[in-house]
């Protein structure tokens, strides 16, 4: 006996991309070329606070290495002001976190 069913075949998962809560295909183009050039700040922000954590060990080294402490509160607390300067108290929480990322192991 022959089977006149076609074979079945696993159906393929569509490929989904993140909604953008546009109305119109003009919108929704504008939203995501945003996207690709955030994604794309975004990668270059990771880098730059990667380069910044590598100056900081230099840093940490030779301060100590020179018989210096470890941290200069003083130097911290300049770019602490500097951050809120430019981006108001949003700024100080940023830096906060630049300082922990840059500090290492206290």
């Known amino acids: 006996m022959t089977s ?3 074979p079945t075949t ?20 504008t939203i995501r070329d945003a996207r690709r050039r955030i994604d794309d700040l975004d990668g270059r ?10 100056v900081s060990a230099v840093i940490q080294r030779e ?10 509160l003083s130097r911290e607390m300049e770019v602490l002001a500097h951050y809120r300067e430019q981006l108001g108290r949003p700024g100080t929480a940023l830096a906060m976190t630049l300082l922990e990322l840059s500090r290492g192991r206290v």
């Open 45 to 54: 922000i990771i880098g730059l606070v990667q380069e910044r954590m590598a």
């Open 10 to 29: 696993a159906p393929t998962a569509p490929t989904t991309v993140p909604d953008t809560g546009a109305s119109t295909p003009e919108a929704d183009g």
């Open 63 to 72: 301060r100590i290495a020179s018989g210096g402490r470890r941290l200069s």
């Open 4 to 6: 006149n069913t076609a």
